[in-house]
């Protein structure tokens, strides 16, 4: 503001008050109001700078409706995000994937800065639906896009995982990078083998070089999608991880409520990139809602495996309740 002691007169005051209604009421451009009062136009730019650091004009921001910026901004407070994103849906459970699909894509559009290495978690129905209405751009989006948790499964759901990361670097002007594995193998041995292989080990080096990470938050229920791909845990694991007390799982590493890793029995069989490794990644946008997976986004969040969250406006008040 400016200081009390420039104490303008009321002549100044007229003057200011005439220019700021013309700019800001009337819509007058800078340039007819310097030839209306015969003055220069870098005058004009300083008296309606003044304007509002005397006070007079104030600026306010209005969201129209379905917009959430106040639970945006109060998520990244709370939680000490990057980013926010807060979707109007309607419906629960799998009803709220169309419009998160939709805002994550308008969201990578304008935030994907052209040399970025993109990590894609593979089995995310979310994630595939969001690649399906994202729009190919004009310019390069990224450089490589990378498998970040085992992309093999069963043939009648593999098609999902190779389409999700070869469309999205179609999309992006980027080299895909496939992980040649399933997520949970039969032994510890034969992941120590397969990760030596060359080609997986190509890929688990391009992990050290991810700039940014899409990610699915799950639940200890596996989705649908999980389930049929053959990657999903056991219900024998599912038991174990509930007494250690897991709430949800990013990129199949589990966590408790307050996002604390814990040792699944699974874990020594697991191909995916490790959580200091994904937690090393400058942004980590997370896409998941619904009532169902307060817990498992909530657990997120805490822990820092993400940085940067889509969600539906239910789950942003719950996590704001706690």
Not at 65 to 77: D, F, K, M, W
Request: with cysteine; glycine share 8%; aromatic share 4%.
């Amino acid at each position: 503001m400016v200081a009390a002691a420039s104490t303008p007169t009321p002549d100044h005051m007229r003057l200011l008050i005439k220019v700021a209604r013309m700019y800001h009421e009337r819509g007058v451009r800078q340039p007819e109001i310097a030839a209306h009062l015969n003055m220069s136009q870098p005058r004009v730019s300083r008296l309606l700078k003044e304007a509002v650091d005397r006070g007079v004009v104030r600026t306010v921001v209005v969201s129209p409706e379905g917009v959430h910026a106040e639970l945006e901004e109060a998520l990244v407070a709370r939680y000490g995000l990057r980013d926010a994103v807060v979707v109007e849906v309607e419906g629960s459970g799998a009803d709220v994937i169309p419009a998160l699909a939709a805002a994550t894509a308008t969201y990578l559009d304008a935030t994907l800065k052209g040399e970025d290495v993109i990590g894609v978690s593979s089995w995310s129905a979310t994630l595939l639906e969001s690649v399906k209405v994202m729009r190919a751009r004009t310019s390069s989006g990224a450089r490589e896009v990378v498998q970040i948790v085992g992309g093999s499964g069963s043939p009648e759901v593999q098609l999902h995982a190779t389409r999700l990361t070869s469309r999205l670097a179609e999309l992006t002007g980027a080299r895909p990078v496939f992980a040649p594995s399933a997520a949970l193998v039969g032994s510890r041995e034969l992941r120590v083998l397969l990760s030596r292989e060359p080609a997986m080990a190509d890929v688990m080096r391009a992990w050290s070089r991810l700039t940014l990470a899409l990610l699915g938050i799950g639940s200890l229920d596996p989705s649908p999608l999980l389930r049929r791909s053959g990657n999903a845990i056991t219900a024998e694991d599912q038991r174990a991880l509930k007494k250690l007390g897991a709430v949800g799982d990013v990129c199949a590493r589990y966590f408790d409520a307050d996002g604390n890793s814990v040792d699944a029995p699974f874990n020594d069989r697991l191909i995916g990139i490790e959580p200091d490794q994904l937690r090393a990644v400058e942004r980590r946008i997370a896409v998941a809602g619904g009532m169902d997976k307060v817990a498992a986004i909530r657990g997120a969040v805490r822990g820092r495996w993400i940085n940067i969250l889509v969600t539906d406006v239910d789950v942003a008040r719950e996590l704001l309740n706690d």
